[in-house]
């Protein structure tokens, strides 16, 4: 090959090189939002747990009164999932053994993210206590937001 054609040839590496770290650094900009961006996040996400406790005191109150948990809205006497929405969150559905699954708007960085809150019967003399579980497969800084109350795990 003559010199012409390994100048071209390198130029149109150096090129791919260029678009290639180019398309990286949009990637990266694209997954770290700004500080503003990360605080609208943070709220959206404390907003919708905030707005969980409340179905999940409806569950606690149905476990006080009954053995076992409610296995929908209805059963724990809270409006049906999209009803309980609000820019933030898009619903709130009660599902089998009383799990109560959040699942937020874009304005918590993801849309459709979703945080899980799994209740269980305490380990105590009071057989109808409930303890809640927080875990998320949509938020990796959700211990962080929520000062490690709620964990980040891939299993839903």
Known sequence: MDRCGSIARDSLRGAAALLCSAACGMATAAVMPSASDA???QYAIANALTLAAQVQARVTDYRQ??????????EAAINPPTVIATADVKSISVR???VVEVT??????IDDGVIILTPTAAKTSDDRHVEWHCTSPSYSTIADITGGNCEYSKLP
Not at 65 to 74: H, K, L
Not at 104 to 109: H, I, K
């Open 39 to 41: 605080q609208a996040h």
């Open 65 to 74: 009164r009954n053995d076992g948990f409610p296995s929908g809205n209805a």
């Open 96 to 98: 089998d053994a009383g």
């Open 104 to 109: 937020l708007t874009a304005t918590s960085g």
